[in-house]
């Protein structure tokens, strides 16, 4: 498996995800500048990490959506590539068309950095199949713009071809408005392109997958990937 | 420039004294010209030149083995082993976080970043240390939201995680808050950069964010009072851009790995002024700038404006001849400004020319050696009564306790925190809300334990034993989670030097802060001053806040403060009288006390006692006996128990040992060198403790269920203990502007279930 992480100007938690790559398949991914124009072949995972691509200015991933390598990132979702944008990463797969809707500033208008409770929607996917559906993950946020919003419509396609891949929920796995840490509508925390090749997310899986750190509920999502694009 | 008498003196002196214009002029051999002014105005201001405090800072101990650079640098380096080295260091922005709060914090988190980069080191941990006014000053909220926002704005998007800090309120900060930031990097031993010019000929190179005309003066503004007129001093603070700070220190690494660099300096206060002449004065040299050069945001700038700019985001250096390829080429990758703006000289000058003509030509050894320093007159401070405890009002336990725990100083921060992201970087080992934080050093099995401590009440009452206290309590916090503590930083925030008691806090201080650095092997290695915060002649409580740092060889060995298991004994390490005087119980619970009317002694602290108990519990981490570790400071025994109990979710059962002082004495007292240990087997702990002749008490057991016992009654579940802890501050955050804070407090109560 040889897989990517582009690197955008103000990109954070590249070598955060890299790592957990690393711990999931024993190898260091590429760092890819986001000026090049290309990704090497025998790439079969993207990732967009998490940060402050442009330092958010304009609007949340509007400018790295734009930057040379994301023509590149297109060509190779539509292909069937498997993509996974966290955080910034997937605002800007967002911005770039890759995923529906837009991620707006959090209910609560600040930045928010703790662990929340996930769910699961759905084991039926490449990036999820390690986990049971119903499944509830502990996993960190760290976003100032993570309130997902879609037409309802959207919403409603989204939901009836099983494109939600987690949400906000409580300990137990209840979806609740108190569980819901910025607002996103219908408590959604990821969704998957209609192929289920693209993955987005606001939390980070990425830290949580180190028993030091505190959780390893992120890991089987690294796990499932390097299963399958080996 | 003018060629007039030298007793003749501008109006406008740019906050210099007639006697210090004079001493210029005396060095020049003639009067300086606007531009030269504005360059002895920033270079000896209060911020820069250090002359009231450096008489007394010289004697604070600098020096261990493990020390590879004290102060006098951007910042302090320390051997961690293994080739690697810990550069930190905690610096002030309290003068623009109060007249701007949003960029004067971030711009702090911006600059300390930047003096730690400097030097080689990539930023790996942030913290801070903030003091706020009274919650029912009408600009406390303010300034509390705005802070926390900026320090989160920036440190979040630069991506290097805030792990922890300090927050106080009192009403000695209402027309001056304390934004104190502080940056810990890690670098290699053997690859860390200076900033000594070297090699005349070699080019001055200038990188980062293009200059404006923000900021102009603000060290001088930073060194001086406020009057009521302070609004106004707003143009002086700079704006920051995290964004560029993070590509510049992405490009600024990737540069130090090339063998390009003879010497780096940040332009941080006074900008290219003071990283000019710091870098020539320490090389010895001179440098010869050429204004036209300097990347500029705005047209028509002139020199003086040029050399005084706070623009942020900027950095200087000196390149080895004909690398100036190799630094253009990453600058550009990264569309950062890259500009030869002058070169090394021989002649010990610091030569200014915009349009070929000499706007300052200035010998920078005696300006450096030759800038003021002041014995100001001081006064020690009166020595402060004991407060005997019968005097103090016994309260019912759980209902103190209940009423400490939500109270402004001692209510969880978790407002505060979440709003910055701690886990970036992934080597988060220890989150904010214990006693140090801890993070994993990348690639190995050690990690850095960090903390910063004051408790300016005691330093108010006793500057002497308050200095000590900050430094003994950041090593007692370093202990707590198992690190060995080995340096510290300092921020000495005080009020107006030039009053004799303002500066008698200092000298006490110090002296405090001295004894305890020796008695501990825990030098200072680098720091900060920040003088004149004072409004209308009010100063501020004291606060030298003290960032320490401690070295774990085995990061997964930490512990935390929470109870991990129900049926840990829970054991007492150290001894206390039951001290009440300057403590949290009385000022929070006995306002209308006739005790509360006086300024009481803090509790004594005993360097021995602590070097011992320390020892011990460090030992029992380091051997895996201990489940939960939690020092004794704010609020006594019953609070760090509390603490512990919430960080842990399980209750305790504790009795009242037999032989105690008055049980809200024991309770509440605030007695100095204990720390709270839970541990599966107490056996080995008691006999070690009894070994080297340091008092260990059992007290009870930790509870499965929810509720705090002692001596059999239910003080309160842990539960009801949380909402009041947890509630607080974040009813006082979104509570009308001007709604005064116990109101806040009683609406929070009424919505309780």
Redesign the interface.
């Known amino acids: 498996m040889k897989s990517a992480v582009i690197v955008f100007p103000g990109s954070n938690r590249e070598q955060d995800i890299a790592d957990a790559i690393e711990r999931a398949t024993g190898k260091q991914p590429l760092h890819i500048w986001h000026r090049d124009t290309e990704l090497p072949s025998d790439v079969d995972l993207v990732v967009l990490p998490g940060g402050f691509s442009y330092g958010d200015y304009l609007r949340t991933g509007a400018i790295a959506a734009r930057s040379p390598i994301m023509s590149e990132v297109k060509r190779r979702a539509e292909r069937g590539t498997p993509i996974i944008g966290v955080c910034n990463g997937f605002q800007i797969l967002c911005e770039a068309g890759l995923l529906p809707g837009v991620l707006l500033m959090n209910a609560s208008l600040k930045f928010i950095c703790r662990n929340v409770s996930l769910k699961v929607e759905t084991s039926q996917s490449l990036f999820t199949q390690r986990y049971f559906t119903g499944q509830v993950l502990s996993v960190p946020v760290a976003h100032h713009e993570g309130n997902y919003f879609a037409d309802p419509t959207t919403l409603d396609r989204l939901e009836d071809r099983g494109q939600v891949a987690f949400r906000y929920c409580d300990e137990q796995g209840n979806v609740t408005a108190a569980a819901n840490c910025n607002g996103s509508a219908r408590n959604i925390a990821g969704i998957f392109n209609a192929t289920k090749n693209v993955l987005g997310m606001m939390p980070h899986p990425e830290n949580a997958t180190d028993p030091l750190l505190g959780s390893t509920d992120g890991s089987g999502l690294f796990a499932a990937l390097a299963e399958v694009v080996a | 420039m003018s060629e007039t008498g030298v007793m003749e003196r501008p109006n406008d002196l740019m906050g210099l004294t007639p006697e210090e214009y004079d001493r210029a002029v005396k060095i020049l051999g003639r009067q300086p010209s606007l531009t030269e002014l504005g360059i002895f105005s920033v270079m000896w201001s209060e911020h820069c030149s250090y002359k009231s405090s450096k008489k007394w800072l010289k004697t604070l101990p600098t020096q261990a083995k493990w020390v590879i650079c004290g102060p006098g640098e951007n910042a302090g380096v320390i051997d961690i082993g293994d080739g690697q080295a810990a550069i930190f260091k905690m610096e002030s922005h309290n003068h623009p976080s109060f007249i701007e709060p949003y960029q004067g914090a971030a711009t702090g988190v911006g600059g300390i970043m930047r003096d730690v980069f400097t030097m080689g080191a990539r930023p790996i941990a942030n913290m801070n240390a903030l003091r706020f006014g009274d919650p029912s000053n009408p600009k406390t909220r303010q300034l509390v939201a705005g802070v926390v ?1 900026g320090i ?2 920036y440190g ?4 290097v995680p805030t792990v922890g800090g300090e927050t106080n309120f009192d009403a000695s900060y209402n027309g001056n808050c304390l934004v104190n930031a502080m940056t810990v990097g890690l670098a290699d031993a053997n690859r860390i950069f200076y900033s000594a010019a070297a090699g005349p000929g070699n080019s001055v190179v200038y990188v980062g964010a293009k200059t404006g005309r923000d900021g102009i003066h603000g060290a001088t503004m930073a060194s001086a009072e406020f009057d009521e007129d302070s609004e106004e001093k707003r143009p002086t603070v700079q704006v920051g ?4 700070e ?2 510049l220190i992405e490009a600024c690494l990737e540069l130090m790995a090339t063998d390009a660099i003879v010497a780096i300096q940040d332009m941080g206060a006074a900008g290219l002024t003071s990283s000019s002449v710091e870098m020539a004065g320490k090389g010895g040299l001179g440098i010869e700038l050429d204004i036209d050069k300097v990347p500029m945001r705005e047209s028509g700038m002139s020199a003086y404006e040029v050399m005084l700019s706070e623009s942020q985001e900027r950095m200087l250096m000196i390149l080895k001849p004909g690398r100036e390829d190799v630094a253009m080429k990453i600058f550009a ?3 950062l400004d890259c500009a030869v703006i002058g070169k090394v000289t021989t002649t010990g000058k610091l030569v200014v020319k915009k349009n070929g003509k000499v706007e300052a030509d200035m010998p920078v050894e005696p300006m450096v050696t030759q800038s003021p320093e002041y014995d100001r007159p001081w006064m020690k401070t009166p020595a402060r009564a004991k407060l005997s405890t019968d005097k103090v009002p016994v309260i019912e336990p759980g209902k103190a306790l209940e009423a400490l725990m939500s109270s402004p100083d001692l209510c969880s921060r978790r407002w505060i ?13 220890q ?1 904010p809300g214990g006693d140090a934080a801890v993070v ?1 050093i990348p690639g190995t099995s050690k990690g850095l334990a960090i903390t910063t401590d004051c408790t300016p009440r005691y330093v108010y009452a006793d500057p002497e034993v308050g200095g000590m206290q900050a430094v003994a309590e950041s090593w007692r916090n370093l202990t707590a989670v198992g690190a060995k503590p080995l340096a510290i930083t300092d921020n000495m925030n005080f009020g107006n030097p030039e009053r004799p008691e303002i500066m008698g806090q200092f000298v006490g201080s110090i002296a405090g802060m001295r004894a305890a650095c020796i008695a501990l092997d825990y030098p200072v290695v680098s720091g900060n001053v920040s003088l004149y915060n004072e409004t209308q002649g009010q100063a501020i409580l004291p606060a030298p806040a003290i960032g320490g740092v401690g070295l774990l060889p085995d ?2 060995k930490t512990v935390g403060i929470g109870f991990r298991r129900a049926g840990d004994a829970i054991i007492l390490i150290g001894e206390g009288e039951g001290w009440l005087g300057a403590s949290l119980y009385v000022r929070e619970l006995c306002k209308s006390d006739p005790i509360a009317q006086t300024v009481w002694a803090p509790p004594p602290v005993e360097l021995g006692w602590e070097k011992r108990n320390g020892g011990l519990v460090r030992a029992a981490i380091e051997g895996e006996l201990v489940s939960a570790c939690h020092d004794i400071s704010d609020g006594g025994l019953l609070v760090a128990l509390a603490e512990m109990a919430l960080a842990g979710k399980l209750g305790f059962d504790i009795k009242t040992p037999d032989e105690v002082p008055a049980p809200h004495a024991f309770l509440f007292g605030e007695d100095q060198g204990r720390y709270v240990l839970a541990a599966a087997d107490p056996q080995p702990i008691l006999a070690s403790a009894h070994a080297v002749g340091v008092t260990a008490t059992v007290l009870g057991k930790v509870a499965p269920q929810g509720s705090l016992t002692l001596d059999g009654r239910v003080l309160i579940s842990l539960e009801e203990l949380r909402t009041a802890h947890e509630g607080w501050l974040p009813a006082y955050m979104s509570a009308q502007k001007g709604l005064p804070y116990a109101d806040v407090r009683r609406r929070d109560r009424a919505h309780d279930p």
């Open positions: 926002a989160g704005g979040n998007c630069v991506g851009d995290p964004f560029t993070k590509l990758k990264y569309e925190w979440e709003q910055y992201d701690h886990l970036v970087r992934g080597h988060t080992v989150r994993r990061v997964a």
